[in-house]
Each structure stands twice: as structure tokens, then as C-alpha cells.
């Protein structure tokens, strides 16, 4: 039940982008279509995912034993710039469509404090390999939710009838605000 409980906490209440205000920078950037919306979600899933394992190995089988705790952020910061690479290399290679639509958003990734946050809060809240694995999909899952949405609103605000100087980022801030509303009614649930 803690898992379940997890799971919808990090994916509606707790989303990363609507309550903790981190991943702005794509939230904002990549969000006017859906297919580099859900690129971009994907790419972070898996920086995220993998990161977040990696580190947990890192904390408890290196830096833990050898004391060297105040270590803890440029290790962290050094194994998602990898994971980031990687990322962009595949993506260049295999997609080279959705590489160039995220532009400079993929490398951007490495800097997004959201997947930093991920790391370093499962480590701070104690939770074991699983419990780091499944808040780690679940926080991924919330962020390409959310990025998926905002995307779709984006899409047709365009073509909307709005006030000219209401056009692009204003209306989405007011849209996104009115999101994270929407998000945060949820907390009762969960």
C-alpha cells in the first residue's frame, strides 16, 4: 500500500513540475508540441530512472563506506551528465527528428533540477533500491503527464482567439497555474 500511495503521490499531488516547481525550463521550452513533449519525457524517464540506481549503488557502496558523504553532489551531478550523453547520442543516432526538435533542451537535462532532486531526496528519505525504482518511474510518469497536457493546451491555445498580448507565455503561465490547482485538488486522495 506505501508503494501504491507513492506512486499516485509522485504522479498527481506531489507531480515534480506542478507542486515543486523544478523542470520549469522544459516544462516551458518543449511544450509547444506533443510529440517533443512526450521525446522530452521519455528522455527524462529514463535519465531519471537510471540515475537515480546508479546513484543509490554510489551512495551505499562508495561514498557511505569510505566517508566521503560531502561527495555526494558531484558524484551525483557527474552520473546524470553521463546518462545525459548517452541519451543524446542515442537520440542523434536513432532520431535524429526529435534530436533536433528538443534542441538545446536534451543537453539542458544534465542542469534540470529535477532529475538532481530525485537522486538526492531518495537518498535523503531512506528508501530502499525498490522504493527508489518506483519513485523514480512515478516522478518520471508525473513530469511526461504533465508535460503531455501542457503540451495539448499549448496546441490548441495557439490557434485559440486570446488577447495579443496574452499570446504564447503569458496564457501558458496563467494555464499552468491553473494546473497545478487542478493537481493539488487531488491531495485529499492520496
Known amino acids: ?6 506512486i499516485f503521490g509522485a504522479i498527481l499531488t506531489n507531480n515534480i513540475i506542478l507542486s515543486k516547481f523544478l523542470g520549469i525550463c522544459p516544462f516551458m521550452g ?7 513533449a512526450v521525446g522530452m519525457g521519455a528522455a527524462v524517464l529514463f535519465v531519471i530512472l537510471a ?32 546518462f545525459v550523453q548517452l541519451v543524446e ?14 534542441g538545446v533542451y536534451l543537453p539542458l537535462i544534465t542542469t534540470n533540477c529535477a532529475v538532481l532532486f530525485v537522486a538526492q531526496d531518495n537518498i535523503a528519505k531512506a528508501y530502499t533500491l525498490l522504493e527508489t525504482v518506483v519513485n523514480a518511474i512515478a516522478v518520471s510518469v508525473g513530469f511526461m503527464l ?8 499549448r496546441e490548441r ?6 488577447l495579443p498580448s496574452w499570446k504564447g507565455n503569458p496564457v501558458a503561465l496563467i494555464v499552468a497555474g491553473l494546473m497545478a490547482l ?8 492520496f
Open 157 to 162: 491555445l495557439d490557434s485559440a482567439d486570446t
Open 51 to 82: 540515475s537515480s540506481v546508479i546513484t543509490y549503488a554510489v551512495q551505499y557502496l562508495i561514498l557511505v563506506p569510505a566517508g566521503i558523504e560531502y561527495m555526494q553532489l558531484i558524484a551525483f551531478i557527474l552520473i546524470i551528465a553521463s
Open 1 to 6: 500500500m506505501n508503494l501504491i500511495s507513492m
Open 89 to 102: 547520442m542515442v537520440l542523434k543516432k536513432y532520431s535524429p527528428s526529435l534530436y533536433k526538435s528538443l
Open 30 to 36: 518543449v511544450s509547444k508540441n506533443t510529440k517533443s
Open 182 to 189: 487542478a493537481f493539488t485538488g487531488l491531495a485529499g486522495i
Open 146 to 153: 504533465v508535460l503531455f497536457l501542457f503540451s495539448c493546451i
